[in-house]
């Protein structure tokens, strides 16, 4: 017995693990298994051997054994992967009697899965990819808990910097407020009057100093011939008392900086001016009408457009108060698709709705001879066509802008790949939205990668989305778990910090986690579409008579099921058709409880009910298991399946369900944020929504909703009934769960806030890319540029 052994495992428990491991080491069908399979064979050890529930619960082989996020037999050996705690990790080999404990590096134990693999006809070897070394350039975050704050990591760096390098930092500081211009329009300094900052500071406080004389409210014209004279141009206030309130900022940041005022000052000041947005999201149909419940059209489309709304009008105001007469644009980039059927995708040029200068551009995708594809292409599919996209793209872009955009905004991992080559043409910031990876979403997507890259091709996905992480300036989430997971679970980022494809190549560092350009802000809802139920004079009569009699009663070609008693509870979910919004999984959890049948209805709306107008293998696959499990279970008259809702209905659709007294579920298998769970929130929906994923930080578990194991459906149907019940008992629980969830949102999930933390993002890492990263970054993108030649783009193109 080695002293390793002894550190890890209790002595009174030690021979309890010898016997665990040969346990583990005997299963015959012992393959790689992961922490929930891990854990349900440790209990049936514990059942098998009569355990006590002190050993099963609290013993040191359990808190072992529960950290344990991989294992796999290897030789003589069961190899581990031992997430100790959140984004830290050893490796041991455990000899399979128990005798024996080691403790590995990361590229032995990456070595051993692709060597366990080979053994399952998979090639071992391969190339080795390493990020890591190129980020000497970042400070590096220590604490987890700061992780997700990156922005205020920096500004406390920078800070620092330049309270103990003085004249280094403001003096590029002050170089970068006389750098910025508008359409050849000089911003703030006159770099010809006002050369360096002694001279700035000296005719600043003089120029504080007279406007204090004059009126707070007078407005910037009335001053401009004087500040002009002094060297001051537009941009520090659109009033008297505001470009006091700026300059003072200025002054005082030189003085005695704090990473508040630092955040504070460049908030307020067009450094850059971000008055033109591009946002790019190239997969799927990217439509207005007729498009939502389309094959990989769901979630980030909403999101955009809600996204474009209240950007343009944060901008609005934002540039408005610095003094400048200038229209915000943003532009959502998009695929061309000739062959749209009753969308809108066919469109070139189509506005955005509900907005001034939002605008939907769409390019085509071109084949190798440069022919355009006419027709839709899964996002699983979409890579050789990428390169060019974004060539097209450039200039389409620079004609629509008449420049090149302040701000590149990339969605998903094609949206993300295209805007880094984008960001790179053009030289301006970049920010990644990852929505969802797929690395989490698929278990082994990674180990069975040539089993997959027919269907999937995770092998350039995976690839992209290391490419698009490292080249970003800065990575939104819209939760802290989505970087860095729970106690209990990886996030969806941290699954990037090191794996293999075997025979392809190893990753020893993917993404640098403790790099601050991590930054946690969650969406919102558009309020003016998503409000509670009971604000009756906000809602339309006619819509609400049109949509009450779809979801209950209306006979349609195009809506399958009547329901036999429409006054029972309606469980009511919507989403795309596929196999990770498992919305087959909740009909089943349906079909599987007799109490839910007998107490409520199940409405859903998702795809279309005919499967010959469906294209997408997945979503046919879905339709065909939805019949098979209403018929097998018998549950006509009790299921209503409708066609995918019209965004600008859904909000009418959630409070009608909501004055039925009905409730929400999401049974994705796994959802990284869930907008319809916050709309639905909103309307006053009580909602459910699975545990795994970002769902985790929206609700409040029995108070503002429930959260659910999606993993089995009668887990599902468990909690239902349980709501069922307790609504049965007391009469006052769902307005108590339903008022605490409209609470919820209201008070922290909102596109105000969402807007301006966006644009103060962009403009603070402008800031530092300019001041510090500099020959560091260059490096990296040297990096990133070849991975993206000779990994992404080659294979991509094989695809052809």
């Known amino acids: 017995m080695n002293n390793l052994l002894k550190d890890l495992i209790s002595k009174k428990d030690q021979r309890d693990f010898k016997e665990l491991t040969v346990f583990f080491a005997n299963q015959p069908s012992l393959q790689v298994w992961l922490r929930n399979p891990i854990i349900q064979m440790f209990r049936e050890f514990c059942d098998h051997c009569e355990k006590p529930d002190a050993f099963r619960d609290k013993s040191s082989v359990f808190d072992f054994i529960k950290k344990c996020q991989e294992l796999f037999p290897i030789n003589e050996h069961l190899a581990v992967m031992h997430r100790h705690a959140i984004t830290r990790f050893r490796f041991y080999l455990i000899h399979k009697d128990g005798e024996y404990i080691e403790e590995i590096d990361l590229p032995h134990y990456l070595t051993l899965k692709d060597n366990y693999m080979a053994v399952h006809n998979q090639d071992g070897g391969g190339l080795k990819l390493d990020f890591l070394p190129f980020y000497d350039f970042s400070p590096s975050i220590r604490d987890t808990r700061t992780i997700g704050n990156g922005i205020r990591y920096l500004n406390r760096y920078m800070c620092s910097n330049i309270f103990s390098k003085p004249d280094e930092w403001n003096a590029k500081l002050f170089e970068f407020v006389k750098l910025h211009h508008y359409q050849e329009k000089q911003l703030l300094v006159n770099g010809t009057i006002i050369n360096d900052l002694e001279t700035f500071l000296a005719e ?15 407005p910037f014209k009335a001053v401009e011939s004087r500040m002009k004279k002094a060297g001051f141009e537009v941009g520090w206030g659109n009033t008297a008392g505001r470009i006091v309130e700026t300059m003072q900022m200025l002054i005082d940041l030189v003085a005695e900086p704090t990473d508040h005022l630092l955040e504070e000052f460049i908030s307020r000041v067009p450094m850059p001016l971000i008055s033109r947005i591009a946002i790019i999201s190239p997969h799927g149909w990217f439509g207005q009408t007729n498009a939502l419940g389309k094959p990989d059209t769901g979630g ?25 007469e200038v229209e915000p644009k943003i532009i959502v980039l998009t695929r061309l698709i000739p062959e749209a059927g009753d969308t809108s995708c066919n469109q070139r040029l189509e506005k955005v709705f509900h907005s001034r200068n939002g605008w939907i551009l769409r390019v085509p995708f071109r084949d190798e001879d440069y022919n355009v594809h006419k027709h839709w292409v899964s996002r699983f599919k979409i890579w050789p066509y990428l390169g060019t996209f974004a060539e ?25 790949l295209v805007a880094s080559l984008l960001s790179d043409k053009f030289d301006v910031i970049q920010c990644t939205i990852a929505h969802a990876l797929e690395k989490t979403k698929y278990a082994f997507s990674d180990l069975n990668w040539k089993e997959n890259d027919p269907e999937y091709n995770f092998s350039i996905q995976f690839t992209a989305d290391m490419f698009a992480m490292n080249k970003s300036d800065f990575i939104i989430t819209s939760t802290t778990q989505e970087i860095i997971g729970t106690e209990d679970t990886m996030g969806q980022y941290e699954s990037y910090q090191f794996f293999t494809l075997p025979g392809l190549y190893q990753v020893i560092s993917g993404i640098n986690l403790f790099a601050p350009k991590f930054n946690v802000i969650p969406p919102g809802v558009d309020e003016e579409l998503y409000f509670p139920y009971f604000l009756k004079e906000r809602r339309v009569e006619q819509k609400r008579l049109e949509w009450e009699t779809q979801l209950f009663s209306e006979k349609s070609e195009d809506i399958f099921g009547q329901l036999d008693k429409p006054d029972k509870m309606p469980l009511f979910t919507m989403a795309r058709f596929d196999k990770i ?17 007998q107490h409520t209805n199940l409405i859903f709306a998702a795809g279309t009910i005919h499967i010959e107008k469906s294209s997408d293998v997945e979503e046919r696959n879905e339709i065909t298991k939805a019949y098979d499990l209403i018929n097998q279970y018998n549950l006509h008259g009790k299921v209503r399946w409708l066609p995918s809702i019209n965004k600008l209905d859904t909000g009418e659709v959630y409070r009608i369900i909501a004055e039925h007294g009905g409730v929400f579920v999401q049974p994705a298998l796994f959802e990284a944020f869930g907008l319809t769970i916050i709309e639905a929130m909103a309307s006053g929906l009580p909602t459910f929504a699975p545990k795994f994923g970002g769902p985790l930080e929206i609700i409040e578990y029995g108070v503002s909703g429930f959260l659910l194991n999606t993993s089995k459906p009668e887990l599902i149907a468990q909690s239902l009934e349980k709501f069922v019940d307790t609504c049965a008992d007391n009469p006052e629980y769902w307005k108590k769960i339903s008022t605490n969830g409209i609470t919820r949102v209201e008070q922290h999930f909102n596109w105000r806030s969402y807007s301006r933390r966006l644009v103060n993002l962009a403009k603070l890492y402008g800031f530092w890319r300019y001041a510090v990263s500099g020959k560091g970054m260059e490096e990296l993108d040297r990096y990133c540029d070849l991975i993206y030649h000779f990994l992404i783009n080659q294979r991509a193109q094989q695809m052809r």
């Open 581 to 597: 919004k498992n919305i087959t999984g909740l009909i089943e959890a349906f079909g599987l409880s007799e109490k839910l049948q």
């Open 204 to 218: 600043a406080e003089k120029m504080v100093a007279w406007l204090r004389t004059q009126k707070a409210e007078k």
């Open 392 to 416: 097209d793209s450039a200039k389409e872009l620079l004609s629509e802008f008449q420049g090149k955009p302040d701000l590149i905004i990339g969605n998903y991992s094609d949206g993300n």
């Open 300 to 324: 980030q489309v909403i999101y955009i457009l809600d996204q474009v709304r209240a950007l343009e009008k944060y901008l609005d105001n934002a540039i408005r108060l610095t003094g400048l």
